[in-house]
């Protein structure tokens, strides 16, 4: 549902759709098929995709008219289950990178993060089990899809025992502290942080161009990337400052 949330706010889908301005996910919800349909026939005649129906897993390859065939999506699932050893999930985000970080055999510098807030999510979002079972009925491909992937990292994660549960503590704190010095106002040029060694890292120091990466948007990325100003996750020397 978070994933929804996000849609109607990235795409501005309360006015694509012309629902009404009050509750418009709850709307959309009481008969999305309809919703659908209507946009489809007047607005998006061209387009290939939903904003709402099953687009994640159209992101992985899903054709749209694969929708209504559950055998042929269980297919797709498993396809893609078998391609991908993980796959992040966001309300398991800290928990997904440290599986990624185990099976990659990358070190704990590699997945620290910072958070962007690009929508506003409601949790108190109020839906009745009758629209929550619609949605889950009409996007039934990206329900089966994180479900299965759900499944697969919780059985990763049974797997590692104690030790996994030891290294998760140690770097929610961790990413934490990189989060607070990368807010403090502000970094300077010559101010670092240091982290001393643990059993599940060597030491890592933290400076301005860290966070400066660690803030970047996707486009900033590509464009550092593009222009070989990054490298094993620093920041070479730019012309321009990134992620200010």
Request: hydrophobic share 30%.
């Amino acid at each position: 549902m978070n994933h929804l949330q996000s849609c109607f706010s990235e795409y501005g889908l309360q006015k694509l759709y012309n629902l009404p301005a009050k509750e418009p996910i709850q709307n959309f919800l009481d008969d999305p098929y309809t919703w659908e349909r209507k946009l489809h026939s007047h607005r998006m005649k061209r387009k290939p995709y939903s904003f709402t129906k099953n687009l994640q897993a159209y992101n992985f390859g899903y054709s749209l008219g694969l929708s209504e065939d559950l055998e042929r999506t269980r297919k797709f699932v498993d396809r893609i289950a078998s391609e991908f050893k993980v796959v992040l999930i966001l309300e398991y985000l800290d928990e997904s990178l440290v599986v990624l970080k185990r099976e990659m055999c990358w070190n704990t510098r590699d997945i620290l993060y910072t958070s962007k807030t690009c929508c506003q999510l409601h949790d108190t979002l109020r839906l009745s089990d009758k629209q929550r079972e619609n949605h889950r009925t009409f996007a039934t491909a990206d329900y089966m899809m994180y479900d299965r992937f759900v499944d697969i990292l919780k059985d990763k994660i049974q797997q590692q025992g104690q030790d996994f549960q030891d290294e998760l503590e140690d770097f929610k704190k961790l990413n934490k502290r990189v989060k607070d010095f990368c807010d403090s106002e502000y970094t300077s040029e010559k101010k670092v942080m240091t982290l001393e060694a643990t059993n599940w890292y060597d030491k890592i120091e933290i400076d301005r161009k860290t966070c400066q990466l660690l803030r970047a948007n996707l486009q900033q990325l590509r464009t550092l990337a593009r222009e070989g100003l990054v490298e094993k996750g620093r920041i070479l020397t730019s012309r321009r400052p990134v992620g200010d």
